[in-house]
């Protein structure tokens, strides 16, 4: 298998935070299981200063399988990622505790096997390029 990209590992992240807020709707129940350092980064990209969530988590909560709400907290990820590069190992280290939950090995699990999602690197030489199954 092919190694996952940050992008793939983001959206993982992004779908399994997601669900757990739709059913216990609580950040600090999902930023408990993590170390020190990546509550540390990932903290401030989804909680005010006070400890209140910030608007891209309060929208997730309330209609988490919106793609555009989803699409917005992978773009928190991102720029957070953008602004502080070695935070890519807090990314992976969030990325491997919520696979080895039964909910996230799930979630990931369907997202790594979509016919839709490239886990490698694509070169077109020029042409068209599609995922899936091109219908």
């Given at each position: 298998?092919?190694?996952?990209?940050?992008?793939?590992?983001?959206?993982?992240?992004?779908?399994?935070?997601g669900?757990?807020?739709s059913?216990?709707?609580?950040?600090?129940?999902?930023?408990?299981?993590?170390?020190?350092?990546?509550?540390?980064?990932?903290?401030?990209?989804?909680?005010?200063?006070?400890?209140?969530?910030?608007e891209?988590?309060?929208?997730?909560?309330?209609k988490?399988d919106?793609?555009?709400?989803?699409?917005?907290?992978?773009?928190?990820?991102?720029?957070?990622?953008?602004?502080?590069?070695?935070?890519?190992q807090?990314?992976?280290?969030?990325?491997?505790k919520?696979?080895?939950?039964k909910?996230?090995?799930?979630?990931?699990?369907n997202?790594?096997?979509?016919?839709?999602?490239?886990?490698?690197?694509?070169?077109?030489?020029?042409?068209?390029?599609?995922?899936?199954?091109?219908?």
């Open positions: 298998m092919e190694p996952l990209t940050t992008a793939v590992m983001i959206s993982s992240i992004v779908t399994y935070l669900v757990r807020l059913k216990d709707k609580s950040v600090d129940e999902f930023l408990s299981d993590l170390t020190k350092a990546a509550v540390s980064w990932i903290r401030p990209l989804f909680l005010n200063d006070d400890g209140s969530e910030k891209v988590i309060t929208q997730l909560k309330e988490a919106s793609p555009a709400r989803q699409k917005a907290v992978e773009s928190v990820l991102e720029v957070g990622l953008e602004e502080t590069p070695a935070a890519k807090h990314i992976k280290e969030i990325f491997e919520i696979s080895k939950t909910e996230g090995a799930k979630i990931i699990n997202i790594t096997n979509s016919k839709n999602v490239n886990t490698g690197n694509v070169n077109t030489g020029g042409g068209n390029f599609r995922l899936g199954d091109n219908k």
